[in-house]
């Protein structure tokens, strides 16, 4: 095939071209045209060879993904898309034996042709084959013809009206049908494509959203408790025309408050209806519907209709679909590619009304299908998968979780943990208990409503016990899920698998300590993992453990991987800093600049954690990270002002820095909490002004080199200093938060000839001047950096600790002063004990501080609890 050769398919796919110069795809590294995106669709075909041939493609939000799924539609090779679980990509790819398989990574896709003419005899109608049940790996595929995909795109355009204006991010895998109809749909209209893998809680999505003017993004039903918790109320997206939803069954208070929301800003909601089966969508919510008939999943898409069909022995109808998107029949083995047609309307399982208006709603289900975040789960095939471990179980479950019993004496983690992870859920939407015999009706069958009920009742697999004194059970690491270790180490009682750690409260103090954890339960973190719901995060587990494998190579280098783990620099550098803090302090070893080093890795940490909510959420989080600065600091103080003469009443309140006497003295040891608390509760408030709020959201970056800007009049000298010679520090927290929002290579690199104009300008010691330029451009350009796996624990330990050791070791180390031995040896006795006392006041701190929290909230303390797919209780 050369690529003259005009290309056979689905047609909006083998005719790119056609749009010529208007942008078809922007990356965020790269904007291909619909003429550029048309000649490496053909590339990509030719490269299949001559002839159909059977093509596997595991999918992802990447272009040379992109352009391998537009090749297949184009040239008329039936395509087989793969889910994303590598354990059920493999099981697939061993059942039908595709002829090539395209790997894709590092920015290409690498063909594995493994024949050159098929074995499989190809239905000439057959062009797509897509799981039934998102991931679980399940031989039982959807048939899907070159028509069927062109009519409903087309049909998708037309009620969406798209326009070549138009612009989508794709929040959803292209692996998922739904995700793969907004980018069918919007190239077909000659709109264009945001292709992007970011989550909605993620600041860098809105970075984007708003630099390249997306006008809509598709959301499932957990989306919008995403985007509740980033505080999209209150965002300004101005470019935004509609949002379309699908995926499973949306509250319908839920529908009526995004429609109001929508309508007072400017855009639709489109409540939408669909199966894989029909290629995609069946029905759609007229968005000036959206309002009155909640409940409802609309009329047909164009082109379809529906029928309601009796069913014997229920007072229900179940909804039938008619259209040219009905797929042509399901294929359970390789043979069946070969089959044509056999299914001309779609029996939906789903029970339905049509309400005199015209509009449909669903009212129950005659299958035994559910959708958990938006996968379509086949509970049958959950008990062949427990059948084939040598478990007798029955499944049932809801939009919430898989619940199942399970007969006889089995090790219920490990069975849930497999169960998960080869079906694509998040662990804590598993849920299995243990019983003598399986519940069962008169006639026999098993009761599964019974089983149902038993959903939240404490699963054996997940849920222990508590400390007698309320507190959590701390069991092994790697033994728990994402929700759990979040509920320890964040000390809540529920978590939702919408959760994220930034929503559930944590911050930098809490950020060590769950990210370790995390580590040894995920085996790798991936970035941004503080941002991501726990559903997406515990589903990384085995992704990332494959993804991070050390690649084939000399010894040498597998060795030093062996030896050596990546450990984030933020957790380095502030155990780095306090180790040098208190050295100097002591005089054990000078190494001055480490505690301005810090003071930017505060804003770094501020940008990360602080800047995510709704005013209201995000205000309570920054009161209650003030509040775990200042009551430990201030405990300590108090005992200092109590016991020695050398401090007084203004460095109790934390106001040494604005009312005790200028210049450095034993007043300003506490310098750096007190400045810290000034410049954290200052934006706190500041933040809490909607206006200001607005220009955070929108413009973070910019914002974090505002502070900089704002500072620089001290900075510079043209503002007389309290501390003559050692210069202000909100410019350094500016930097570190500007390093946090910086997301492209001239943003560093900007942020980079800031470090270098302000930082030897602020000190006269240049060693102390190279410490802070160094320390800020590890923040900025390495998220990482190697530790020696032995030291991650004792690392990750000090930096926890380290308020409470910077607190803690004026009182400490005097103690040694008077001791009968060598002087070095007496400081390194200072410095050790200075750390150990830090980090024991730092374990009962912490933890009385969580009690009282709990006892403020009103409630008993009671065992972490995962509440799939629920709202958790407000913080």
């Known amino acids: 095939m050369t690529l003259e050769t005009k290309l056979a398919g689905v047609p909006f796919a083998a005719n790119l071209a056609r749009f010529g110069d208007r942008i078809a795809v922007r990356t965020g590294s790269e904007s291909l045209s619909y003429r550029e995106l048309g000649r490496r669709?053909?590339?990509?075909?030719?490269?299949?060879?001559?002839?159909?041939?059977?093509?596997?493609?595991?999918?992802?939000?990447?272009?040379?993904?992109?352009?391998?799924?537009?090749?297949?539609?184009?040239?008329?090779?039936?395509?087989?898309?793969?889910?994303?679980?590598?354990?059920?990509?493999?099981?697939?790819?061993?059942?039908?034996?595709?002829?090539?398989?395209?790997?894709?990574?590092?920015?290409?896709?690498?063909?594995?042709?493994?024949?050159?003419?098929?074995?499989?005899?190809?239905?000439?109608?057959?062009?797509?084959?897509?799981?039934?049940?998102?991931?679980?790996?399940?031989?039982?595929?959807?048939?899907?013809?070159?028509?069927?995909?062109?009519?409903?795109?087309?049909?998708?355009?037309?009620?969406?009206?798209?326009?070549?204006?138009?612009?989508?991010?794709?929040?959803?895998?292209?692996?998922?049908?739904?995700?793969?109809?907004?980018?069918?749909?919007?190239?077909?209209?000659?709109?264009?494509?945001?292709?992007?893998?970011?989550?909605?809680?993620?600041?860098?999505?809105?970075?984007?959203?708003?630099?390249?003017?997306?006008?809509?993004?598709?959301?499932?039903?957990?989306?919008?408790?995403?985007?509740?918790?980033?505080?999209?109320?209150?965002?300004?997206?101005?470019?935004?025309?509609?949002?379309t939803q699908a995926g499973g069954r949306l509250d319908p208070e839920r529908v009526r408050s995004y429609a109001e929301l929508g309508r007072q800003q400017g855009w639709d909601l489109y409540v939408m209806y669909g199966q894989t089966e029909a290629t995609a969508r069946m029905a759609y919510l007229p968005p000036d519907q959206a309002l009155e008939h909640p409940n409802a999943i609309g009329v047909p898409v164009p082109g379809g209709s529906f029928r309601l069909e009796p069913v014997p022995g229920l007072d229900?109808?179940?909804?039938?679909?008619?259209?040219?998107?009905?797929?042509?029949?399901?294929?359970?083995?390789?043979?069946?590619?070969?089959?044509?047609?056999?299914?001309?309307?779609?029996?939906?399982?789903?029970?339905?009304?049509?309400?005199?208006?015209?509009?449909?709603?669903?009212?129950?289900?005659?299958?035994?299908?559910?959708?958990?975040?938006?996968?379509?789960?086949?509970?049958?095939?959950?008990?062949?998968?427990?059948?084939?471990?040598?478990?007798?179980?029955?499944?049932?479950?809801?939009?919430?979780?898989?619940?199942?019993?399970?007969?006889?004496?089995?090790?219920?983690?490990?069975?849930?943990?497999?169960?998960?992870?080869?079906?694509?859920?998040?662990?804590?939407?598993?849920?299995?208990?243990?019983?003598?015999?399986?519940?069962?009706?008169s006639n026999g069958k098993p009761d599964y409503p019974a089983v149902a009920a038993l959903a939240g009742a404490g699963a054996a697999a997940g849920e222990g016990g508590g400390d007698d004194d309320g507190g959590p059970t701390v069991p092994d690491a790697g033994s728990m899920d994402v929700g759990r270790i979040f509920a320890e180490v964040l000390e809540v009682g529920s978590v939702a698998a919408t959760d994220t750690f930034v929503s559930l409260g944590g911050d930098s103090l809490s950020y060590v300590a769950a990210s370790i954890r995390l580590e040894d339960a995920l085996g790798y973190l991936p970035e941004g993992w503080h941002l991501m719901p726990v559903c997406e995060l515990s589903s990384t587990r085995h992704r990332v453990r494959q993804a991070v494998a050390p690649p084939e190579g000399r010894a040498g280098t597998n060795r030093t991987r062996r030896l050596f783990a990546p450990m984030e620099t933020g957790i380095v550098l502030r155990t780095v800093a306090m180790v040098a803090i208190v050295s100097t302090h002591i005089g054990f070893f000078h190494w001055q600049g480490t505690a301005h080093v810090l003071m930017a890795v505060a804003g770094y940490n501020f940008a990360r954690f602080q800047l995510s909510g709704s005013r209201t959420e995000r205000f309570r989080r920054h009161l209650r990270s003030i509040a775990r600065i200042v009551v430990p600091s201030v405990a300590v103080i108090g005992l200092a002002f109590a016991v020695t003469d050398k401090y007084a009443w203004h460095n109790l309140f934390l106001l040494n820095t604005l009312l005790g006497p200028p210049g450095w003295s034993d007043y300003s040891r506490f310098w750096f909490v007190e400045i810290l608390v000034h410049i954290l509760t200052g934006l706190a408030f500041l933040l809490a002004v909607p206006a200001v709020d607005r220009v955070v959201r929108r413009w973070p970056w910019a914002c974090g080199v505002a502070l900089v800007v704002v500072d620089m009049p001290l900075l510079f000298g043209l503002v007389d200093s309290r501390y003559p010679g050692q210069g202000p520090v909100l410019w350094l927290f500016g930097l570190g938060w500007a390093a946090a929002a910086s997301r492209t290579v001239w943003q560093r690199s900007a942020v980079t000839a800031l470090a270098f104009l302000t930082v030897p300008a602020s000190f006269d010691n240049p060693y102390r001047s190279a410490t802070i330029l160094a320390g800020c451009l590890l923040l900025l350009w390495l998220p990482a950096l190697r530790v020696p796996r032995g030291l991650h624990r004792t690392t990750a330990l000090l930096a926890s600790a380290s308020l409470y050791i910077y607190v803690t070791h004026w009182l400490v180390y005097p103690l040694f002063e008077s001791v009968d031995v060598a002087e070095p040896l007496a400081k390194g006795m200072a410095v050790l004990a200075s750390m150990v006392c830090g980090i024991l006041y730092w374990a009962v701190a912490t933890r009385a501080m969580a009690a009282v929290e709990r006892h403020l909230k009103g409630r008993r303390a009671l065992p972490p609890r995962i509440a799939v797919g629920r709202e958790a209780p407000a913080r």
């Open 41 to 243: 669709v053909q590339e990509m075909a030719a490269s299949f060879g001559h002839g159909r041939r059977l093509v596997a493609l595991q999918a992802d939000n990447t272009l040379p993904a992109l352009v391998a799924y537009l090749a297949a539609l184009s040239s008329g090779n039936p395509l087989l898309v793969l889910p994303t679980s590598p354990a059920a990509a493999e099981a697939l790819t061993d059942a039908y034996d595709p002829d090539i398989v395209v790997h894709t990574g590092n920015g290409q896709a690498l063909l594995d042709v493994r024949r050159d003419e098929t074995l499989h005899d190809l239905h000439p109608e057959l062009a797509l084959l897509l799981s039934t049940s998102g991931s679980t790996g399940s031989p039982k595929l959807v048939r899907l013809s070159a028509d069927g995909i062109q009519a409903n795109a087309a049909a998708i355009a037309e009620y969406l009206q798209l326009r070549p204006t138009d612009r989508a991010a794709t929040t959803l895998p292209l692996s998922y049908c739904y995700g793969m109809s907004v980018v069918n749909s919007h190239l077909l209209a000659g709109a264009s494509l945001a292709l992007t893998d970011l989550s909605v809680v993620d600041p860098c999505f809105w970075d984007l959203v708003r630099a390249e003017n997306v006008t809509s993004f598709a959301a499932v039903p957990y989306t919008f408790d995403l985007l509740d918790r980033v505080g999209f109320a209150d965002m300004d997206v101005p470019s935004l025309r509609y949002i």
């Open 316 to 441: 229900a109808c179940e909804l039938v679909y008619s259209g040219p998107n009905v797929m042509l029949g399901y294929a359970e083995r390789s043979q069946d590619l070969s089959r044509g047609r056999v299914v001309d309307e779609l029996h939906t399982g789903d029970l339905a009304r049509r309400g005199a208006d015209g509009l449909y709603e669903i009212v129950g289900r005659r299958s035994r299908f559910v959708k958990i975040v938006g996968l379509r789960v086949d509970l049958g095939q959950v008990e062949r998968m427990l059948a084939d471990l040598g478990v007798t179980a029955a499944a049932a479950g809801s939009d919430d979780a898989v619940v199942a019993v399970v007969e006889g004496d089995h090790d219920l983690g490990l069975l849930a943990k497999t169960l998960a992870q080869d079906l694509g859920l998040p662990r804590a939407a598993v849920e299995l208990h243990p019983v003598e015999a399986i519940p069962r009706l």
